[in-house]
């Protein structure tokens, strides 16, 4: 039997069609398909025209599994940047599912670590030798338009998720430098708490930049343009991340240090989640921006960073570490996990 998969995000989904070809192994690909969100009007539209494109009554699934990009009440949810309703008893009628799950598509991910392969990772820091307990216990994390945490417990038998709103909680100034960047953004959004998504994001590196830009002496740099322009547009508001990305490789002195700060946040802050977790079975770093900055996380200053935790840094050191390359984790998750569904047929 097949079963279907996606990953519904603001930007873009991506929908598939799986084949299960052994309780142990990963699921088959058999068609996919990537959509621009907002040339749609809802998922079923987007899910009837798979279907029909790339559907066989042979191939037709009976299982599916929606990764959602939001908040899930009720077996229901509404995707906020597209103001979307979607609906499991909906999905399940018109499409005549078995069965159908919404699940959160950060908590979806947990699912797909079991049946990961080589190629979709890569390892950063091994775990130690005299690890026998909590092995079970697995951490992922991802900067990306935001930032996701979610957390699992994997064992032979079973996946247990137990989602984590880890990313809201308060921005913890280690520096002079991040301590002013925090006074900043709570006056510049007047507001009175700063978490660290608002800096550990693709939106915090464009909060680092405002904050950069708001003090130094830069009217001529051509990147203060595009910070008025996206002043009025949204699409130029939300390329910034990647502006400031591609400036840096290209060697900006200014956008270097915009993404170092990042970067340092979001390693130091890794290192907090690692003791505060204990995920012994692994600290999964995913999201948009991993296989971006890939180059970052593979450096001394990384490790030196994420370690740098006082009495506690020998602790931290026990935890392995792993990256994942595969931009599309969330729909392999949401695939592995219409798998698990349908062996509980």
Not at 194 to 210: F, T
Request: glycine residues 6%; hydrophobic residues 40%; charged residues 25%.
């Amino acid at each position: 039997m097949n079963f279907l998969a996606c990953d519904l995000g603001g930007t873009k989904v991506l929908i598939a069609i799986y084949e299960e070809v052994g309780k142990h192994s990963s699921p088959k690909l058999i068609a996919k398909e990537r959509y621009l969100s907002a040339e749609w009007d809802s998922i079923y539209e987007i899910t009837k025209d798979f279907l029909e494109k790339k559907c066989k009554n042979k191939f037709f699934p009976k299982i599916a599994c929606f990764g959602i990009a939001g908040p899930i009440e009720k077996n229901n949810a509404i995707i906020t940047n597209l103001n979307w309703e979607v609906s499991e008893l909906k999905l399940k009628n018109y499409f005549h599912f078995e069965k159908v799950e919404l699940i959160n598509d950060f908590a979806v991910l947990i699912y797909g670590i079991k049946y990961l392969e080589n190629k979709q990772f890569k390892t950063l820091q091994n775990k130690a030798s005299n690890i026998d307990k909590y092995e079970s216990y697995h951490t992922i994390v991802g900067a990306g338009t935001g930032l996701g945490i979610s957390r699992g417990i994997i064992s032979s038998t079973k996946i247990i998720v137990l989602p984590s709103e880890g990313g809201h909680i308060e921005f913890a100034p280690k520096t002079q430098e991040e301590w002013e960047l925090k006074q900043w953004l709570k006056n510049s959004l007047n507001i009175e708490r700063v978490s660290y998504e608002r800096i550990i994001s693709g939106e915090g590196l464009s909060n680092i930049a405002k904050w950069k830009f708001s003090k130094e002496n830069v009217r001529d740099h051509p990147f203060n343009y595009l910070l008025k322009e996206s002043e009025e547009s949204n699409i130029v508001k939300n390329s910034l991340a990647g502006r400031i990305c591609q400036l840096a490789q290209e060697g900006d002195p200014l956008m270097l240090e915009i993404e170092k700060l990042w970067f340092e946040a979001y390693s130091s802050f890794l290192g907090d989640l690692a003791l505060h977790e204990l995920c012994l079975g692994g600290l999964w770093i995913a999201g948009g921006t991993a296989p971006k900055h890939f180059k970052n996380f593979i450096s001394d200053s990384f490790l030196k960073q994420f370690s740098n935790k006082g009495r506690l840094k020998d602790i931290v050191k026990t935890i392995p570490i792993r990256i994942i390359l595969d931009e599309e984790f969330g729909l392999h998750s949401a695939a592995c996990r219409a798998k698990m569904l349908l062996s509980n047929q």
